[in-house]
């Protein structure tokens, strides 16, 4: 259908910047539950890796935001 423009893309900064694919995987979770828990996440701030739940935060348009819940910590990143 081509009216809808909401797009996810292969190869997304958001996901580059802190060293992961975009994998089909996350996209379907993505997709079905509005988040995926993400292993190995490097953060922009001091280079180290961890695990959080990326959120699918939508912005109601065709662009795609997303952000990241830490585990165990209230802590969220804006992309």
């Known amino acids: 259908n081509r009216s809808?423009?909401?797009v996810m893309w292969k190869n997304d900064r958001f996901f580059e910047e802190r060293?992961?694919?975009f994998t089909p995987k996350i996209a379907a979770a993505l997709l079905k539950d509005g988040k995926a828990k993400v292993k190995?996440?490097?953060?922009?701030k001091t280079g180290k890796t961890?695990?959080?739940?990326v959120l699918l935060a939508d912005t109601g348009g065709k662009?795609?935001?997303y952000r990241v819940e830490q585990?165990?910590?209230n802590e969220k990143q804006q992309a």
Do not use: H, I, P
Not at 40 to 44: E, F, H
Not at 50 to 53: E, F, I, M, N, R
């Open 4 to 6: 809808c423009q909401f």
């Open 19 to 21: 060293g992961k694919a």
């Open 63 to 65: 662009y795609v935001n």
């Open 40 to 44: 190995g996440l490097r953060s922009m």
């Open 71 to 73: 585990r165990g910590k």
């Open 50 to 53: 961890y695990d959080g739940t």
